[in-house]
């Protein structure tokens, strides 16, 4: 993927906590809960619930979240279009976690199985 410097920068300083509602309110729409997408960001970053919360509070910026995670070793399973780009083609190392991301939450509102989500089938 040839993804603009200008849009991994400002991926890189936008904050987690200013995404972290948009991701609540989309599972939300289609009845999924909290905990599944705590669930979920934990299995992707190595995360507690607390880590988490905490870095919401903290306005940690994508950098600094993914700089305190630990990425699942079967992330790279995770493929598809997310944002118009295929999430195992993009470049930029940082873009492409918080693409991971986007990816896992985008399954839990389609309705996907938890089990599924967590690539452990």
């Known amino acids: 993927m040839n993804n603009s410097n200008t849009q991994d920068q400002r991926i ?10 948009h991701y609540l309110a989309k599972i939300g729409r289609k009845g999924r809960t909290r905990e599944e997408l705590l669930q979920v960001i934990a299995w992707l970053t190595g995360m507690g619930d607390s880590e988490i919360y905490d ?3 903290d306005k940690l ?3 600094e979240f993914f700089e305190k995670a630990t ?18 083609e993009i470049a930029d190392p940082l873009t492409q976690k918080v693409r991971y991301l ?4 985008d399954e839990l509102a389609k309705g996907k199985k938890i089990e599924k989500i ?3 089938q």
């Open 12 to 21: 890189a300083k936008m904050t987690f906590a200013s995404v972290y509602p």
């Open 61 to 63: 910026t994508f950098e």
């Open 71 to 88: 990425l699942h070793p079967d992330a790279c399973l995770i493929k598809g279009v997310i944002c118009g780009y295929r999430v195992e």
């Open 55 to 57: 870095a919401i509070r």
């Open 118 to 120: 967590l690539r452990t």
């Open 102 to 105: 986007d990816k896992l939450v």
